[in-house]
């Protein structure tokens, strides 16, 4: 997806023939714990894991969480 797009969850629940309110409460849930997932994660990683790829796997559920909250606005 292009970082300037803005993610369609609702349309795509919709097309797929998925409750819109039910995808609402599940994105909502998923926002209400993403730092806490986050958090748990760098704080479990093994010290051997590199520190580039944790970085970009964070970075990425940084950004994925950010849009999510954009779009809810």
Do not use: H, W
Not at 38 to 46: E, F, G
């Amino acid at each position: 997806m292009e970082k300037s797009k803005k993610p369609d969850v609702l349309g795509t629940a919709q097309a797929c023939r998925f409750p819109v309110e039910e995808m609402e409460t599940i994105v909502g849930r998923l926002l209400e714990r993403m730092d806490e997932v986050i958090q748990a994660v760098t704080n479990q990683r093994p010290s051997s894991f590199p520190d580039d790829v944790a970085g970009s796997i964070l970075d990425g559920m940084r950004e994925a969480r950010d849009r999510l909250i954009r779009y809810r606005q």
